[in-house]
């Protein structure tokens, strides 16, 4: 079962433009949405981070918007960069439970 | 150290051999993670070490993996009698904040290649 769905699976976008990435969730126990960005060879770096008590958190171009009721949180990047490609993942966690579960990535390519 | 070292950072091995893949955590993080990463996947939870004990190898696939970190600082991953199944990235991770998601911090990771 896989608990964290996202979308799309791979995106283009021009140097400038916004990039939108969007992840549902099932499990209503989770409370912290953190967004990853991988380099290849690299491990995941954490980008930025919301819990449910807000709807949304913004720091510099990278913008997290919570939609509660429906189980859903997507990633803006404004002005989009080259150097933002990357493959960018969603997760979450639960209470007291350290496990993160991730979604299946997004392969962000920003064209010069 | 400043950040979480993994070695190698790349094994090929051959279909049943053993292999031991090596992390050493960020000093001070009491809490450790060992996630695996297939291509074209998120990371999956494998292990969750607090200190020395393993709380939490809930997600180890078979009794062919095992790990350890018995001074509670680095963590070895030990996987017997390899299967091409195993290919994969495998990620160690640690945190300042045990028994949440919080601060993961990951490394480059081991990519292990069965042949």
């Known amino acids: 079962q896989q608990q964290v769905k996202q979308s799309p699976q791979s995106l283009i976008v021009q140097k400038g433009g916004i990039s939108i990435i969007n992840c549902a969730y099932e499990n209503t126990a989770f409370d912290y949405f953190p967004w990853y960005q991988q380099f290849p060879g690299k491990g995941p770096a954490l980008l930025i981070a919301?819990?449910?008590?807000?709807s949304e958190k913004k720091e510099g171009r990278f913008t997290i918007s919570f939609n509660k009721s429906a189980k859903q949180f997507s990633l803006h990047i404004m002005d989009s960069q080259p150097g933002d490609s990357a493959t960018y993942f969603c997760a979450a966690s639960g209470g007291s439970n350290y496990k993160l579960t991730f979604g299946k990535g997004t392969l962000l390519t920003v064209n010069p | 150290g400043a950040g979480v070292s993994q070695t190698p950072s790349n094994k090929v091995t051959e279909k049943g051999k053993y292999v031991e893949l090596r992390c050493d955590p960020i000093s001070g993080h009491t809490a450790l993670y060992w996630y695996r990463q297939s291509l074209g996947q998120g990371p999956e939870f494998l292990i969750y070490f607090q200190g020395t004990g393993a709380a939490d190898d809930s997600g180890l696939p078979n009794d062919r993996f095992f790990a350890v970190r018995p001074e509670g600082s680095v963590s070895t991953l030990k996987i017997q009698r390899t299967e091409r199944g195993d290919s994969a990235v495998y990620l160690c991770?640690?945190?300042?904040?045990?028994?949440?998601?919080?601060?993961?911090?990951f490394g480059s990771g081991t990519r292990l290649t069965v042949v």
């Open positions: 919301i819990r449910p008590d807000v």
């Open positions: 991770a640690s945190s300042l904040f045990p028994g949440t998601g919080y601060g993961y911090t």
